[in-house]
């Protein structure tokens, strides 16, 4: 089945404490990218990657590491979490820019305390 | 700039009843459009998409929406809610070519037995 796997679902965790929310996709796509959801504002890209080792700053990168080693795997590093990324996290995929549909994970929810 | 512009934060309808919901866009270049609906707890899953050609498109669970480029709107249509239409509903644009996509604010979808 075509997926994106995103873990783990729910965490909290305390200011500071390093963290990495791993996403995985098995259909072969050049792009992901990492957004956050949060009320009233819709979603908002944070990073994005072309392909292996090419990846790109999206709206709202401040705080955030990424890194594509791996055709399918996308993590997203918080390596000094703070409370104003306490938010609803989405890793999506897609064939690549002259394709449209966006596939995308379940979803992180993360608390920063 | 490019944005996309979603007036309706929240919108209920009565089940049988028709829905439209509303999609503006700013974007230069030719947009490719689409709408997701995201369900409680879940990621977001493609309605439709808009690339060229017809500009009433059909989508799943039996959503239509209509591209006008003299008004820059991608509304989004359904004849007869259903309760399980239950949603929130985000609206987007891309363009051919490159890998920005921006996503509307969001409309929540409330369905009244």
């Known amino acids: 089945e075509a997926q994106v796997t995103q873990n783990p679902r729910y965490l909290i965790t305390v200011t500071g404490k390093k963290l990495t929310v791993t996403c995985s996709q098995n259909?072969?796509?050049?792009?992901m990218s990492w957004y956050r959801q949060d009320p009233g504002l819709g979603l908002r890209q944070i990073y994005y990657?072309?392909?292996?080792?090419?990846?790109d700053k999206g709206d709202v990168p401040e705080g955030y590491k990424v890194s594509r080693k791996e055709k399918r795997n996308f993590p997203l590093i918080l390596e000094s979490p703070s409370p104003n990324q306490t938010s609803l996290y989405f890793c999506a995929s897609r064939r690549g820019p002259n394709t449209g549909e966006l596939f995308f994970g379940e979803g992180s929810r993360l608390t920063v305390l | 700039a490019q944005s996309v512009t979603q007036p309706d934060i929240h919108i209920t309808v009565s089940e049988g009843a028709s829905l439209e919901l509303r999609c503006n866009y700013s974007y230069g270049a030719t947009p490719y459009l689409f709408w997701y609906v995201q369900s409680p707890g879940q990621g977001l899953q493609l309605l439709l998409k808009y690339f060229s050609g017809d500009t009433l498109v059909q989508g799943i669970k039996g959503f239509e929406a209509e591209f006008k480029r003299s008004q820059s709107s991608f509304n989004l249509r359904k004849p007869s809610v259903h309760w399980s239409d239950a949603a929130e509903y985000f609206c987007?644009?891309?363009?051919?070519?490159?890998?920005?996509?921006?996503f509307g604010t969001g409309t929540r979808l409330k369905v009244l037995a």
């Open positions: 990657s072309m392909n292996v080792e090419a990846t």
């Open positions: 987007a644009v891309g363009a051919l070519g490159t890998y920005k996509y921006i």
């Open positions: 259909m072969n796509h050049e792009y």
